[in-house]
């Protein structure tokens, strides 16, 4: 059976760790030549250990979190490749978990800076490629933290993300353009190489952090946080030809939580 991605181009932002490095690794498996994206320089060693394995990967730092370090990614895999056939956009993450009215006003601008901006960012700026190739596939992963304890600025930046999906499969289908996302809840993954937050946790803020966790489980039907190939493999299916009909779809990965 042929491999789904052979000779595509694949951008998958936030690929040092976690789900992004996963689905990076999945999608060479399956002939995928990747531009791997992370503002840490663990993804430079991500990018050896795959072209060790005969895979083409070009690792690229940048910050997406600007409009600068969106636009040098995508020059850089157009440069390198010729073409970007795939954008996996994998960056976001909750900084802090506590009850609204205790984030402050910088916080809040972080949270949507961290989880809105670097989808917004990317999106846009890959978007002359695919029109001008008159292809292409956007995968965006989203979260069913939409509707959820101890987020609330998180939340209010993912359904940033799920209506930017929508608008986009409707505004660019007509250029062979698909735009869908995934929707993820809990997740286990090994312990994150950079921080998203390095403060001291005092008792309040762990219990805060606890509810969370358990709101997550409690509104999984199955009470139990997914693994990582149970993310990529959504994403990448989102991103194969066998989703050709699909576009303008945000799909809930959370063991039944719809978010």
């Not at 999608?27 to 072209?51: P, T």
């Not at 929508?166 to 090994?190: D, S």
């Not at 299916?237 to 809930?252: E, I, K, N, R, W």
Request: proline share 4%; glycine share 10%.
């Amino acid at each position: 059976m042929k491999a789904r991605f052979t000779d595509r181009v694949m951008v998958v932002t936030g690929a040092a760790q976690g789900i992004g490095k996963r689905v990076a690794e999945l999608a060479a498996g399956e002939g995928a030549r990747l531009v791997l994206v992370d503002i840490a320089d663990y993804v430079l060693g991500l990018a050896a250990e795959l072209r060790d394995r005969g895979v083409e990967a070009l690792a690229v730092q940048a910050d997406l979190e600007t409009w600068e370090g969106a636009e040098t990614v995508m020059a850089r895999a157009q440069e390198r490749y010729g073409r970007i056939d795939i954008l996996i956009n994998n960056v976001g993450g909750t900084i802090w978990a506590q009850p609204f009215e205790h984030y402050g006003p910088e916080q809040i601008q972080k949270e949507i800076q961290r989880s809105l901006f670097p989808t917004l960012w990317c999106c846009r700026a890959v978007l002359p490629y695919m029109i001008e190739q008159k292809g292409g596939v956007i995968v965006n992963v989203s979260s069913v933290a939409t509707r959820g304890l101890m987020r609330v600025p998180y939340g209010a930046a993912k359904g940033g993300v799920n209506a930017l999906t929508v608008n986009l499969a409707f505004e660019y289908a007509e250029h062979g353009i698909r735009v869908n996302a995934t929707a993820p809840g809990g997740t286990e993954a090994p312990a994150r190489l950079t921080p998203r937050n390095t403060e001291e946790q005092g008792e309040r803020e762990k219990a805060w952090y606890q509810s969370l966790i358990d709101q997550t489980r409690a509104t999984s039907f199955m009470h139990r946080y997914g693994t990582l190939d149970e993310q990529a493999e959504p994403i990448l299916f989102l991103a194969s030809d066998a989703a050709s009909y699909l576009t303008g779809t945000v799909l809930p990965v959370a063991g039944g939580d719809t978010g």
